[in-house]
């Protein structure tokens, strides 16, 4: 055995590139908290995404290349919990482990297709915020065990640090699209359609301070999203009016908000904890099969569609004055994050990665 590892007993298993840090950069805080409990040995596949976390974290560390090295640092070891926090292809090799629980954990909640994909088959279990993801999972995918879904609601939302606002008294608007997808039926992206118009207008509005937050991954396979996303940033730092924020914590960013437009996304769903106005941009004809469908998180924000883009001024008025969703908002917000006090989110998951250790003592044990 490698006796470094000997008192670790989870390993939080990250494929992905630098280009997707992002995925586990929010669940740092969160891991901190477990790592004080259960030991942490963070397992990489990436020389840039392992500088990344060695320069901004303290968790136990080690980078595995190829699939031989990952083995041996299995086979050397008795890891009893292995979360995951996307579905890189390379987590198939991270599976080959028979002696620990393979647990997904995600990087927050959307109503887009790739967050109830048949995929979560492949894990023992599946940590899941609340209700919604619940229903998602139970409806849409066929002989399925809902015994491994767990639900340990959002604890990202307990560690939400306070930053400086940019601006003394202006309405701060926050403009967060998502990114355009890996294909057309994930694109959900309201940038080459409606961006720059969105951004120039309240740019020049007295009233309003604009928060610029593209997706870490915005333009990477559309030509158009790029230009539109480049353009933005230009109008922005060319501006008095706005600012572009990529580096801050989404979570603070949130608090800053008077009211936010949002695209399809998991933003959109981690929003609603702070009962704030927001939109939502109608792309939803866009994914495949299901051009009339409408998820529920429209219920809780003001819609923006070709009919009615041109007035977003006069929304955004309305959404600051009179927050029309308000009401319908705090049901959608219980169904989508649950009802949990300040810290509860984070015990229950720290619980429940304790008993999924104890679980696989045990089976291997047998």
Not at 67 to 91: E, P
Request: glycine share 4%; proline share 3%; aromatic share 12%.
């Amino acid at each position: 055995m490698d006796s470094r590892y000997a008192d670790v007993n989870v390993v939080v298993y990250f494929a992905g590139n630098i280009g997707n840090i992002y995925q586990f950069e929010q669940w740092i805080k969160p891991l901190e908290q477990l790592d004080q409990i259960e030991k942490i040995l963070v397992v990489t596949r990436d020389s840039r995404v392992y500088e990344w976390i060695e320069t901004n974290t303290q968790f136990q560390l080690v980078y595995t290349k190829t699939m031989n090295s990952l083995l041996k640092l299995y086979d050397t070891n008795n890891f009893r919990c292995i979360f995951y926090v996307n579905n890189s292809c390379l987590n198939f090799q991270s599976l080959c482990n028979n002696n620990a629980l393979h647990v997904h954990i995600n990087h927050g909640e959307s109503e887009k297709t790739s967050t109830f994909s048949n995929r979560a088959k492949a894990y023992d279990f599946v940590f899941i915020v609340s209700d919604a993801a619940y229903t998602k999972y139970a409806d849409n995918l066929i002989n399925v065990d809902m015994k491994q879904f767990i639900k340990v609601g959002r604890p990202q939302i307990d560690f939400i640090k306070t930053i400086e606002r940019p601006t003394p008294n202006k309405k701060i608007i926050l403009y967060a699209p998502t990114w355009e997808g890996t294909h057309l039926s994930m694109n959900y992206t309201s940038l080459p359609d409606y961006g720059i118009d969105f951004v120039s207008a309240i740019l020049k509005h007295d009233d309003y301070y604009l928060i610029y937050r593209p997706h870490p991954n915005t333009g990477s396979r559309d030509a158009s999203t790029k230009v539109a996303d480049e353009e933005i940033k230009h109008l922005v730092d060319t501006s008095n009016s706005g600012i572009l924020m990529t580096e801050e914590n989404i979570n603070s960013v949130f608090k800053l908000a008077d009211l936010a437009i949002f695209d399809n996304s998991a933003v959109t769903v981690d929003f609603l904890a702070f009962n704030k106005p927001m939109m939502i941009t109608d792309f939803f004809y866009r994914q495949e099969g299901q051009a009339a469908a409408k998820p529920e998180i429209i219920k809780a924000c003001q819609i923006i569609d070709d009919s009615n883009k041109d007035d977003i001024l006069s929304l955004i008025e309305q959404g600051l004055s009179q927050d029309p969703q308000a009401i319908p908002r705090q049901t959608i917000k219980k169904y989508f994050l649950g009802d949990y006090t300040h810290g509860e989110s984070t015990k229950k998951f720290i619980n429940q990665t304790q008993q999924l250790i104890k679980l696989a003592s045990e089976l291997v044990a047998k």
